[in-house]
């Protein structure tokens, strides 16, 4: 049984039991695939609790709040991760990309395999992109602050995000729309920051949000 821990957002978390069941579709019920999901929308907002180092809770910190905002997503992570685990789920996926920020320190600390989604996304573009070309970035200005998809990407690909402007006035403004429910409204906003992407030459753009997806 696959675990899933959502709420980051619900939205984004529904929107992956969805494609999950679409990419695995059964002729009858007892062929589709097994599937947990914890909405578990309680998880302090992760853009706003980055800041600290990424490798492990014994390093330094920069100060002792941005500390206690790591652990407190981090022991909130563990949790959902350990609930899926005593409901016998072989593996984990986390439908957000900011909380991949915290993913060295999780798989420590939950004894069952996590997908790491960027790492994904990275495997599946050495298949169908050119070293060297240019790959459009989407994402909450946390996760472009803690370059998950950068460590990946950086020695192969040439990232490219949106302006100051965009990130803004599009990029953040359609995530939050969609948390809100306003897809259409989203749609609308997103436009401008791939148009950006589009511009600069991206053969591929990636959706580094899963509100982004929705839009």
Known sequence: MIGILGGMGTQAGLDFCNKLAILYRGKIDQEYPLFLLYNKSNIPGRPESIGVQTKNLSDK??????????????????????????????????PCNTAHYWYNDLIKKVNLPIINMPKEVFMYTKKKCKKKSSIGLLATEGTLKTGIYGKFFNKNYNLIYPDKY?????????????????????????????????????????????ELPIA
């Open 166 to 210: 965009n990130q803004k006035n599009s990029v953040n403004k359609a995530i939050k729309l969609v948390k809100r429910g306003n897809v259409k409204a989203a749609n609308k906003n997103i436009k401008s920051a791939i148009d950006f992407l589009i511009k600069k030459k991206c053969k591929k753009i990636i959706l580094g949000c899963t």
């Open 61 to 94: 910190f920069k100060n002792k709040k941005n500390k206690k905002k790591y652990s407190m997503v981090l022991n909130s992570l563990v949790h959902g991760c350990k609930l899926l685990k005593k409901s016998k789920c072989k593996f984990i996926v986390i």
